[in-house]
């Protein structure tokens, strides 16, 4: 589902922004399936044993996430919660990084551009640049925020006069979000896997369309021909703003991201 008319398809939609408007509904709804992992689990094997850039699964969820969005263009665009949608042709995959005391950010640029080799050599890179600068990065906030405590209320006056100003200006809005989308990324996945979370509840990151939770790896018992088999699994949570896209349109990219995971070596290849 790629989106040209950005104006056509809010026209389509207005129903849905009026519904959620009106009822005051809170618009984050929840989809989730399960991913057979054991082809991947395999292909990430035999790749690590033939390359000397290891390969991991988090890796291999955004490259499968990122091929998954060429067909959902609509997800990497921002949207304001109104009546504007703001295109992007970026493919920019931002993922939290647990760094103990705060949030790390990992972002991989064009991921449906690069192969599933660069995207791990990237993320390693980043990986490290936010381990080694964290730290320095939290006490120089700390002492900036002690220092300048009294700038506080300007800096909140400041942002509510700024969002005002964006709401008199479309060209500022625009201005806005295209920073936005260039300083953070266009699509976001938060891999819970590490931390051992089965499955998480949360509200949807403005302005995102669609984002995406990933539970941990776990063993799961399935029938096959009459005789049980185990498998290992994970869960891919969408997260999805209903005012502006619906539940049957998300399932459908979270199978196209099922499909890449379950098929590796076709799912995983670079786009051209």
Known sequence: MNIFDPEDYIARRLHMIRTFSEKRVGPTVLATIEVNMDNALRYR??????SD??????????????????????????????YRLFPTDKIDIRAPV??????????VRDVD???????????????????????ARLDRIASINKKFWFLRPVVGAGRKIFELATLLSPDLEEWLYQKHRETLGTFLISNLGKLGVNDVASPIVTPSIVQMNVSTLEKKKIADNGTLKEISIIKLIGKLDHR?????????FLKDIKKNLEEPEEGLKRIE
């Open 45 to 50: 094997e035999e790749f690590n044993n033939k």
């Open 53 to 82: 850039t290891k390969v991991s699964l988090n890796d291999m969820i955004i490259k499968a996430t990122g091929n998954a969005l060429t067909k959902h263009r609509l997800y990497t665009w921002a949207y304001n919660g109104r």
């Open 244 to 252: 502006i896209t619906d539940v049957a349109q998300t399932v459908r």
């Open 98 to 107: 647990d760094v103990g005391d705060d949030l790390g950010m990992l972002i």
């Open 113 to 135: 551009k690069k192969s599933l080799k660069e995207v791990a050599e990237e993320s390693k890179r980043i990986l490290k640049q936010i381990k080694d600068s964290t730290q």
